[in-house]
């Protein structure tokens, strides 16, 4: 009996759908389909990849990103450098002099032809030296090596013109003379003392007292003789020196210089007084080396 009720009431509804008006079914239909639309799951596509969200930064983060890509400041402008002191102001040791050489020929020497014939050759090479800019070089006796010093120069042209056995420095070149009897010691200060009456061009000069020596004897200085120059008739000399004077003038290096026997005033305090001693015959000049 129940269900005979039931199936009554199936029926009676379904008669009174199909009597329904048209616009209401269409519109059940419609909330039908809505209803299965929702009901429905959608299915997720196979290959989808899931992206994780991208958290958003913290502010603190924030500014450390945008520090990291703050624009470097603009560096301020280093001092300008001090400009440098010119040539003439910038401090520095006092150089070398400067080499300041004087040179003569031949035909500017009083009588030069008058003298003998080794003679000439020996004061010609000699002043031949005066004309190459050399230097005063401590311990060289080659003018090979830029310059010489006062013994070396003495050395280098006596060997150049056949005198034998000719020793190296001024104190052993003043015991040579010495030894061969052609030594004249002079003892006065003035240039015209009998004591130079024997001076001829070609003698070696002799000082002491132009550096401090230990040896013995203290014999320091060496030249060559000349003879006098034409234009001032006055006596001159020939060697290498780091300071004697020609004319007046400081020369340094390999020169002709006025030649004085009058003492030299003392350049410093010290006690040190160069002193002329005498002159010599050149033992052995013109004779050649065996």
Request: aromatic share 8%; glycine share 6%; charged share 25%.
């Amino acid at each position: 009996m129940a269900c005979f009720r039931l199936i009554s009431w199936v029926m009676t509804g379904l008669i009174a759908l199909t009597f329904l008006p048209p616009r209401l079914q269409a519109d059940e239909s419609l909330g039908k389909k809505i209803r299965n639309f929702f009901a429905t799951p959608t299915p997720t596509p196979a290959h989808r990849h899931h992206r994780k969200a991208t958290p958003t930064p913290s502010p603190s983060a924030k500014k450390k990103a945008k520090s990291k890509h703050k624009a470097s400041p603009t560096p301020s402008p280093s001092p300008s450098p001090s400009p440098s002191p010119s040539p003439e102001k910038t401090a520095s040791p006092s150089p070398r002099p400067e080499t300041k050489v004087a040179s003569l020929s031949p035909n500017e020497i009083e009588k030069f032809e008058e003298n003998p014939e080794p003679v000439r050759k020996l004061l010609a090479d000699a002043l031949e030296l005066t004309k190459r800019d050399l230097d005063y070089t401590y311990g060289s006796a080659d003018p090979a090596n830029g310059g010489m010093d006062c013994s070396g120069f003495i050395y280098y042209v006596l060997r150049e013109n056949g005198a034998k056995d000719v020793p190296r420095s001024a104190s052993e070149q003043y015991v040579w003379v010495r030894k061969a009897g052609n030594f004249r010691a002079v003892l006065s200060h003035n240039i015209d003392s009998f004591e130079l009456d024997e001076l001829k061009p070609g003698d070696l000069l002799f000082w002491i007292g132009t550096y401090d020596v230990e040896h013995d004897p203290p014999v320091t200085h060496t030249m060559i003789y000349l003879g006098k120059a034409k234009v001032t008739g006055k006596p001159i000399m020939v060697g290498a020196s780091d300071g004697r004077t020609y004319e007046g003038k400081q020369q340094f290096g390999v020169s002709v210089f006025d030649f004085k026997t009058a003492r030299a005033k003392a350049a410093d305090t010290s006690e040190r007084q160069p002193r002329f001693v005498g002159y010599a015959k050149i033992p052995g000049l013109g004779e050649k080396e065996r």
